[in-house]
């Protein structure tokens, strides 16, 4: 299968259906660095450590080199996207049925972001394949579980490994700043929480960027006629490329997920802010190590509840938690149902 930028951007210009999968993921992958970024630099701005704009334009520059870096170094993550749903050895189907995917994860993400409900692309992107696989398939014969399992540990992961790391080094923080002056600790983590959420940007980079990557080069392998690409290398410009659209993505803003995920969930301070950024970086480091996609937005907002854990649970807004978990429970059938019936128009008429 020729991989090369100049075979790539032929098969473009001859193939109207690669054309239709090249801008949906690209889309998908802008509206990822839109709606799903800001997570990373929420409690950064919620802290007043930096203004909007600038940690905007922080978290694209971080994103990018998240994508960028990390890809190169291990791509466990685009692996287990790219295994995860066999769509048959009919590869025009096939690819049929990803455009269809990645459509209803536009769609989904988009009217979620309206109401500033923080979503999962990376669960509305699991949903989605599998809904599109379902539909080619015609059952469950095109999910492949030892791959989805991962999905399952991923949630756990996300969920009480976030949690629990940021109710840990909040805590060692509290004792060990407790009888230091607050105006000093103040200025020592203001530094540290940029750092944070740069460090967050970088990995959010390279845990989303890579699943996206694992999908586009899917769709390049359908149009060579190859129904998987196992084996094979992802070149680099493909994942320059990506992280090219998530950085700028990712500057257009997303000021209503900040304020929900920053701002009204619970009132930190700058420790506090610092202690959710470092531990959800943590998580998805150790996930992106071992090929697990988690959901940064699980993983960060969990991370703030354990920070607010562990002053008092009380300190918690439950309201705004509650419509985020409904959200969540709601994007695997939601977004799964869109995908199966969108793959099943397409390729009716198509």
Not at 180 to 191: A, P, V, Y
Not at 334 to 348: D, N, P, Q, T
């Amino acid at each position: 299968m020729d991989v090369s930028f100049s075979g790539f951007f032929q098969e473009v210009l001859s193939n109207p259906v690669l054309t239709i999968t090249v801008l949906l993921t690209l889309g998908v992958i802008f509206v990822n660095g839109w709606t799903d970024a800001p997570n990373a630099i929420a409690t950064c701005i919620a802290t007043r450590c930096m203004k909007v704009r600038s940690a905007i334009w922080m978290s694209a520059v971080f994103n990018f080199l998240g994508v960028l870096v990390m890809t190169h170094i291990n791509s466990s993550v685009a692996s287990t996207i790219s295994n995860m749903v066999d769509f048959g050895g009919e590869t025009d189907m096939a690819l049929v049925a990803l455009c269809a995917a990645l459509f209803s994860i536009v769609v989904y993400s988009v009217a979620a972001s309206v109401f500033g409900i923080p979503t999962s692309e990376s669960h509305s992107l699991i949903a989605g394949l599998s809904g599109a696989a379902i539909a080619v398939q015609g059952g469950i014969g095109g999910i492949n579980f030892d791959e989805w399992v991962k999905v399952l540990y991923g949630l756990v992961l996300s969920l009480a490994l976030g949690f629990f790391t940021g109710w840990i080094i909040c805590r060692i923080l509290s004792v060990v700043c407790a009888a230091m002056d607050k105006r000093r600790t103040d200025g020592f983590f203001k530094g540290a929480q940029i750092f944070g959420a740069a460090f967050m940007s970088f990995m959010h980079g390279a845990q989303d960027g890579q699943k996206f990557i694992g999908v586009l080069f899917l769709g390049i392998a359908f149009c060579n006629g190859q129904s998987s690409v196992n084996g094979m290398s992802i070149p680099v410009w493909l994942m320059l490329l990506c992280s090219v659209v998530m950085g700028v993505g990712t500057s257009v803003g997303g000021e209503k997920i900040i304020k929900s995920v920053g701002m009204d969930m619970v009132k930190l301070e700058k420790f506090q802010g610092f202690s959710a950024d470092l531990a959800g970086a943590f998580c998805l480091l150790l996930s992106s190590t071992f090929g697990i996609p988690v959901s940064t937005t699980h993983t960060k907002t969990s991370a703030i509840m354990g920070v607010g854990a562990v002053k008092r649970l009380s300190a918690i807004n439950f309201g705004i938690v509650k419509d985020m978990m409904l959200t969540w429970i709601f994007t695997f059938p939601g977004c799964g149902l869109i995908s199966f019936a969108i793959a099943k128009l397409f390729l009716a008429v198509f």
